[in-house]
């Protein structure tokens, strides 16, 4: 089975940065599309940031320009750079995975990751 676990939320000030990291274990063949989805209570989750096996990426309007995923395949991980923090960035966020297994047979399956709270407040 695939597990993905976030790590490096926390809390900071407006203006501040924190740099996200999930990293991919499991019978994992290969990644295609890794991405991050952030949660308010009450609200949907909503994407903010993908990347292709390839390196495309793709932003949210409202982090674009502040935001920057990247991925290292060797090590199966996907990292968010967040830099200039609002308030509004505040949330659950969450990694998400397109894998390819091949244990016990070659299927391709969306995972998701447990969460990190990010919590941007003065």
């Known amino acids: 089975q695939v597990q993905l676990v976030e790590s490096g939320g926390g809390l900071v000030q407006p203006g501040g940065s924190l740099r996200l990291s999930c990293a991919a274990s499991g019978s994992i063949f290969s990644i295609y599309t890794m991405g991050w989805y952030r949660q308010v209570p009450g609200k949907q989750r909503e994407l903010v940031s993908t990347i292709s096996s390839g390196g495309s990426t793709n932003y949210a309007d409202s982090v674009k320009g502040r935001f920057t995923i990247s991925r290292d395949n060797a090590k199966n991980t996907v990292y968010l750079q967040m830099n200039s923090l609002k308030p509004e960035d505040t949330a659950v966020y969450y990694c998400?995975?397109?894998?390819?297994?091949?244990?016990?047979?070659?299927?391709?399956?969306?995972?998701w990751g447990q969460g990190t709270q990010v919590t941007v407040s003065s």
């Open positions: 998400n995975a397109d894998v390819l297994l091949a244990i016990p047979v070659v299927m391709r399956k969306i995972y």
